[in-house]
């Protein structure tokens, strides 16, 4: 049943249940640093919604895609506890955020004198307004022309060769300026590092970016 679950591709709650986006399905919410990309190192409040139906083989929160999991809560109530810590950085990420209307939860964190990074697989329109986009787009179900146009970071995680070519072919279509990283995935990362070396070496517009949180054990 597990296996099955993880091949389902989950839908997202309606949203008139949303309340036009004052509610989202929280699935947790906390303040650490960010581990992986541009910002890394970075103290963050990170709010994580529930709800992915970009099923992804290797994701690290498979737990986040099902949304029927997660009661809607009151935005204002996030929004609270994420201005009770004193980092100015926000973190919305998944599951897949742009599922659901973001304008009610990013105009409330930017009244508050928030900075509000998006993590995104670019598959779904996008709503609110962000301080920077990580793309990081997935195979099966591709990011939308209007993503490559928003972002300021697109992240590729490789687990095999094609995977860097899947990178290139996706970095032709960002914006001039938007940073270029690899990732490691995380089960294969001992195989697929020393790939991604190399190629960064003979490609230095392209960075690596590591998943720093695991190797220090920070949630």
């Known amino acids: 049943m597990a296996a099955m679950e993880e091949r389902m591709i989950m839908g997202r709650i309606p949203e008139g249940i949303l309340e036009g986006g004052r509610k989202l399905p929280l699935v947790e919410d906390f303040y650490t640093i960010q581990g992986e990309g541009y910002h890394t190192g970075k103290p963050a409040y990170f709010i994580r919604l529930g709800g992915c139906d970009v099923g992804c083989k290797w994701c690290d929160a498979k737990m986040t895609w099902n949304p029927a999991h997660f009661p809607p809560v009151d935005v204002d109530t996030i929004v609270e ?3 009770s810590y004193p980092a100015r950085a926000i973190v919305v990420t998944g599951g897949e955020p742009l599922l659901y209307p ?3 939860l990013t105009g409330m964190l930017r009244e508050a004198g928030l900075e ?3 993590e995104t697989s670019g598959s779904r329109p996008f709503s609110g307004v962000f301080d920077w986009v990580c793309l990081s787009p997935k195979r099966q179900q591709p990011p ?3 993503a490559f146009g928003r972002a300021d970071e697109l992240k590729v995680i490789i ?3 094609d995977d860097i ?5 996706n970095a032709a279509r960002v914006r001039a300026g938007c940073l270029l990283y690899l990732q490691p995935e995380w089960s294969r990362s001992a195989e697929v590092t020393p790939l991604i070396v190399e190629f960064v ?3 230095p517009r392209w960075n690596i970016s590591v998943q720093t949180h695991k190797y220090m054990r920070i949630p």
């Open 81 to 83: 506890r994420a201005c």
């Open 165 to 169: 070519v899947w990178a290139q072919e």
């Open 116 to 118: 509000i990074f998006l």
């Open 159 to 161: 687990s095999g060769p």
């Open 201 to 203: 070496k003979s490609n």
């Open 102 to 104: 973001l304008g009610y």
């Open 144 to 146: 939308l022309d209007e």
